[in-house]
């Protein structure tokens, strides 16, 4: 279901929001609009199409998990309609994995929920590297560890369960319950 425009004030900047959430694209957009978007909100990769062929938006946030969908989808074809398009992925299931391909595929930024809109502004405006970031002390968990090899099997199966389970030596159903927890936090 496509939502209209909250603001109409062509004067904004346009946003486009993409989760299947729509509490929080709810939130997100009344949050966004105090800070001068003119939101559009849509909760499938096919609605968010449309309107994005209708009036390209300057901005975008895009879910990685869209139901059974891939959000990276989406950023590639955001970035095909319009290479000046920022666009910024949003997930509850990070990994080092989708957030390369999100970066390859031409998403500006890529942030783990949750998430505020002052982190999400800060990411918009973010356009180089930061260089000196700290580095962490610690090294990942075996957990996160497992959670990163699977995702990165996943992707490079194009999120095909079955094939990944058949390389990972594991039964489908385990695959399913393993990645439908959210990942370990570091």
């Known amino acids: 279901m496509i939502e209209p425009s909250l603001t109409d004030n062509s004067e904004y900047p346009s946003l486009l929001i993409v989760d299947d ?4 694209c709810d939130v997100l957009s009344k949050a966004l609009t105090k800070r001068g978007f003119s939101i559009t909100c849509a909760h499938t990769i096919d609605d968010a199409l449309n309107l994005a ?22 950023v590639e074809k955001l970035r095909n309609l ?11 299931y990070a990994s080092i994995a989708t957030a390369v ?18 982190e999400i502004m800060a990411a918009f405006e973010r356009t180089v590297g930061e260089a000196n970031i700290p580095i962490s002390a610690h090294p990942l968990s075996v957990g996160r560890l497992e959670w990163e090899y699977i995702q990165r099997i996943l992707t490079e199966n194009d999120n095909n369960i079955s094939i990944t389970a058949r390389i990972l030596n ?8 393993k990645l439908a927890k959210r990942p370990l936090r570091e």
């Open 170 to 177: 594991m039964h489908r159903r385990t695959l399913q319950r």
């Open 82 to 92: 319009d290479p000046g398009t920022r666009i910024v992925m949003l997930t509850g």
């Open 53 to 74: 062929e209708t009036s390209t938006p300057e901005y975008a946030i895009v879910d990685l998990k869209l139901s059974s969908e891939s959000g990276l989808v989406l």
């Open 101 to 118: 391909e999100a970066i390859k595929l031409g998403a500006t930024h890529y942030l783990a929920k949750p998430v505020d809109a002052n």
């Open 21 to 24: 959430d729509e509490v929080f």
